[in-house]
């Protein structure tokens, strides 16, 4: 069974462009979520999605955006990127949404921003 | 703010031994508790998931859970080399709420 895929796993922008980050599940999961992971606060939430419908959002600034797709793949966006945007953003998904919690994480995109 | 705190390490232990992680979380009302094992590159791998108070094993792996305390810990039982990593404890709160992830400790299993 193939895992989480996410494209691309690298990219460099500079700030102020946008970028957008792409996830397909595991085959018949219907949950996805986001998460952007630094060294210094390590995994923090952004959001998670199930049947096309944001169920939860993290607190971060509206430049983080995201939606589902019917066929359950995901993407996001982060317009106007700065610096600070510089991290690895992991998708995870669930068979579920909420419900036991157990998350299967993909391999992540890692951004620069200079 | 829903917190889930860990010592950061590093927690250094001779091969073979036990180790200990912790974690401390502040919402009583959590339901799901999580460890996952992140290689350095590499993604989060759930390793346990724990529900209910008490102790659940799973070959090397011991997950603790007290929720009077607000506390549970992972042991690893005769340590190798290649536990060494970045262990993460996550917490789902009840109702409709995301994963928090504590920070992490870092294992160093050293032969």
């Known amino acids: 069974k193939a895992g989480v895929t996410q494209t691309p796993r690298y990219l460099i922008k500079t700030r102020g462009q946008q970028v957008t980050l792409s996830c397909s599940p595991i085959s018949g999961h219907r949950s996805v ?43 996001m966006n982060v317009s106007t990127l700065e610096l600070g ?15 036991t919690g157990e998350l299967f994480f993909g391999e992540g995109s890692r951004l620069t921003v200079l | 703010q829903k917190e889930v705190e860990q010592n950061s390490g590093p927690l250094s232990v001779p091969e073979g031994a036990i ?19 992140q290689y350095s590159g590499k993604s989060p791998e759930l390793i346990m ?23 549970v810990s992972l042991l690893i039982r005769d340590s190798q080399p290649s536990d060494s990593a970045t262990y993460l404890c996550a917490v789902r709160g009840s ?3 995301p994963l928090v992830f504590g920070k992490g400790t870092r294992l160093s299993v050293i032969a």
């Open chain 2, 19 to 37: 180790a200990s992680l912790n974690c401390t979380y502040s919402d009583r009302g959590s339901q799901s508790f999580f460890w996952y094992r």
């Open chain 2, 49 to 71: 998931s724990i529900y209910s108070n008490g102790d659940k094993e799973d070959g090397r792996f011991t997950a603790q859970l007290n929720k009077a305390s607000q506390y």
């Open chain 1, 85 to 99: 945007d510089s991290a690895l953003y992991l998708c995870a998904s669930s068979p579920v949404a909420g419900g």
């Open chain 1, 33 to 75: 979520s986001w998460y952007q992971q630094t060294p210094g606060q390590g995994l923090q939430f952004l959001f998670e999605y199930f049947s096309e419908t944001q169920r939860n959002k993290g607190n971060f600034p509206g430049r983080f955006s995201g939606r589902q797709f019917s066929n359950s793949r995901s993407e």
């Open chain 2, 95 to 97: 109702g409709n709420t």
